[in-house]
């Protein structure tokens, strides 16, 4: 049993067609759930889950108060009956193999974590400087980070743990326990010191004790790039989260793991200039990343609740 968790925040009409895509998986509906779980304020995503639930005899809905997108999939594991968790977000869209190949890979015992492509879904004419970042070759194929873009060579193989991101991550359930979850991620914008790195945990865990982690191109989806995310000014604002972000592994760990130290480094290399664009915003990133970074740390000298969340031996 594959359990799909599917955090939700105020994107009623994204969430539809993530449901949407999930009718058609190759993968028969019995031997997968898909649990929603709500963030929001109101009740549209209850409504919508309600009517899959109807079509299509699998969905549960779950309504989590607490903020975070952390929270939510702890609350998805919490509540699933499969023993493969596949976390991904309300703005993607499965393919129709997403499933069925995730479930293969996972017939070998040996296998902790599989993830896929995350194509771009573009919602608007897309800038000529984003165009140029998409293009550019990134981990051995074609990668925007902090859209959670990334497109890799079709095939299956083994792949570097830190390049399966949450919005299209399977592992095993005993595999993310023994992890200790995820750390804080895609808090609100007021909440932002408590932010950390996100699915980290799992990679560090997987890393450490050598399991597999396997890219399957099969086990591809397509993520929404909205048009408010398609600007500069989101970039610069995600490059000072990724500030807080390093911030809170360097704090945490009381160490900065290469792997994980050189993610912003490894970020910058499709920026490399070629426009005026490209130069500016490349400018702005490294300035953004390093106040990010600084304001962190003050936050962490400062404000005791800042260092009691940083030090919390679990957040599951």
């Known amino acids: ?25 190759a993968l028969p509906l019995t031997e997968f759930e898909v649990i929603v779980v709500d963030n929001s304020v109101d009740s549209s995503a209850r409504s919508i889950a309600s009517a899959f639930q109807k079509r299509l005899g699998n969905v549960r809905y779950i309504r989590e108060a607490s903020p975070g997108f952390h929270t939510c999939c702890h609350r998805g594991v919490q509540a699933a009956r499969g023993d493969i968790i596949v976390f991904t977000h309300d703005d993607v ?34 800038p000529k400087w984003l165009t140029k970042l ?13 859209l959670g873009l990334l497109a890799l060579p ?18 095993r359930k005993d595999v993310f326990t023994a992890a200790g979850g995820f750390h804080p991620d895609y808090m609100p914008p007021q909440m932002v010191r408590f932010r950390g790195d996100g699915s980290g945990p799992v990679s560090d865990f997987v890393m450490k004790h050598r399991l597999l982690s396997i890219f399957d191109s099969g086990a591809s989806v397509y993520h929404a790039v909205l048009p408010e995310r398609m600007t500069t000014d989101f970039l610069e604002r995600r490059a000072y989260d990724q500030g807080v972000i390093d911030s809170y592994v360097h704090l945490r760990n009381n160490r900065c793991e290469p792997l994980r ?10 920026f490399e200039p070629e426009s005026a664009t490209l130069v500016r915003l490349r400018q702005a990133l490294i300035a953004n990343f390093r106040q990010g970074f600084l304001d962190h740390q003050q936050m962490y000298q400062s404000d005791p609740e800042v260092r009691a969340w940083i030090h919390k031996e679990s957040y599951l």
């Not at 083994?158 to 592992?171: E, G, K, R």
């Open 1 to 25: 049993m594959l359990s799909v968790v599917i955090p939700t925040h105020q994107r009623p009409d994204l969430l539809e067609i993530a449901l949407e895509a999930l009718q058609y998986q």
């Open 93 to 126: 869209q499965a393919t129709e193999t997403w499933l069925a190949s995730i479930a293969r890979n996972f017939e070998d015992p040996q296998v902790a974590l599989v993830g896929g492509n995350c194509y771009p879904d573009f919602r608007d004419v897309v």
């Open 134 to 146: 998409w293009q550019r070759s990134v981990f051995g194929g074609h990668a925007i980070p902090w």
């Open 154 to 171: 079709t095939g299956r193989r083994t792949i570097n743990p830190y390049l399966i991101w949450n919005c299209n991550l399977a592992v």
């Open 261 to 270: 130290a050189s993610s912003f480094k490894a970020y910058l290399r499709a």
